[in-house]
């Protein structure tokens, strides 16, 4: 961190700009009067006759000079204290709301970020700065929060197939007896959900960077693919795919997307009816986005179990009817398309299930 000394406040500059313009002010005013006034005026006195017919003694300039000269050194430094006095207030009301910024910025240096500054007034420079201010400090928050819920829930996650692990060994160092290929089984099993949770992490902190790829990605061929791959696990649940996959051209990295398809169709297969289930797959082009629409059959959902669905390690498990994966499915979507700069829309049907709309620039 760079150290700075400390030089003159903006404040005692700004008094001494308001003086300097004033004193400069009356500096030219006086300018104009000895060029355009006193130049008129003979340099030697003289004698005219005045109004009553007496004769009267008419001033020189040095004589207007030697009467003036005290009274403006006097003016002048009246103009001096006046602007500095007056500098000095006005620059103290002017700089007030840097003060409001300065104390907001140190309470979130010490990570009390729910203070606002709430800069009152009508909109000027300050408003708008202490406005941006403000959404900065709300976006941080936001982001702090759901940080911490994620450590939280992430630690909880993984710390489970730990304790599993650690529980299933314990058991069986004390009873010699046990079955060491049931335990291998259920070991490998409890190993490689461990695995696939700490994937799903690693993508997860992927997607929320900035997407440095720009390549040219058709989301109607990444579906295909993410269909094709599973529908040996759609046979498996007796799930029936429905496609309709019309051409959808955007721009980003080729792998997260295709994450993103792949995801989406995986929750869609996994989150349905426990047999006889639907997924219906769509891709368009329209009004200057692409969409990608994934829709299945299952639960009903409510409102309030929509919100939470894209938060990490929501598994929906009271609303369907399998409880697989790890539950970043719809949070790893989410996080991909806010890196693509689009929207990701959650709406339940009627009849039950969900149906998933994403929506990236052309």
């Known amino acids: ?33 000895w060029l355009f006034l006193l130049r008129y005026v003979p340099d030697g006195s003289g004698w005219m006759q005045g109004w009553n017919g007496q ?14 000269t005290p009274p403006t050194v006097a003016m002048f430094a009246v103009l001096v204290v006046c602007g500095l006095v007056g500098g000095w207030l ?29 800069l009152p007034g009508r909109r000027d420079e300050f408003t708008d700065l202490a406005d941006a201010f403000d959404r900065m400090l709300a976006e941080l928050e936001r982001h702090v929060g759901e940080q911490q819920r994620f450590a939280a829930n992430a630690s909880h996650e993984l710390r489970t197939p730990l304790a599993i692990t650690r529980t299933m060994l314990e058991v069986a160092s004390a009873d010699p007896s046990a ?17 696939a949770l700490t994937e799903s992490l690693l993508m997860l902190s992927r997607a929320e960077g900035a997407v440095r790829a720009s390549e040219t990605v058709d989301l109607a ?33 080729t792998a997260l997307l295709q994450q993103l398809a792949t995801n989406l169709v995986h929750n869609a297969i996994v989150h349905n009816r426990a047999s006889g289930g639907g997924v ?23 409102d309030g179990d929509i919100a939470h669905l894209t938060e990490p390690f929501q598994r929906g ?26 929207t990701l829309s959650l709406a339940p049907l009627d009849g039950g299930g969900l149906v998933v709309t994403v929506r990236l620039p052309v």
């Open 55 to 68: 004769p009267q003694r008419v001033p020189s300039q040095r004589d207007l000079v030697r009467a003036f």
């Open 179 to 195: 079955d060491r290929d049931e335990l291998l089984a259920r070991l490998a099993a409890v190993n490689a959900r461990a695995i």
């Open 317 to 342: 498990a009271r609303t369907t009817e399998h409880g697989d994966g790890v539950g970043l499915g719809l949070a790893i979507a989410a996080s991909i398309v806010r890196a693509h700069a689009g």
């Open 1 to 33: 961190m760079m150290v700075r000394s400390r030089g003159m406040s903006v404040r005692m500059r700004l008094a001494l700009s308001y003086a300097g313009v004033i004193v400069l002010t009356g500096a030219l005013l006086l300018a104009v009067v």
């Open 280 to 302: 219906a797959v769509r891709t368009s082009t329209s009004a200057g986005t692409v969409e990608l629409i994934v829709g299945n059959d299952g639960a009903r959902l409510t």
């Open 90 to 118: 006005l620059a103290g009301r002017m700089l007030r709301p840097l003060g409001r910024l300065h104390e907001a910025a140190g309470l979130a240096a010490s990570g009390s970020l729910a203070h606002r500054v709430s």
């Open 221 to 253: 061929l990444l579906a295909e693919d993410a269909v094709e791959t599973l529908s040996p696990l759609a046979a498996s649940r007796s799930v029936v795919f429905d496609t309709d996959l019309s051409p959808a051209v955007t721009t980003g990295s």
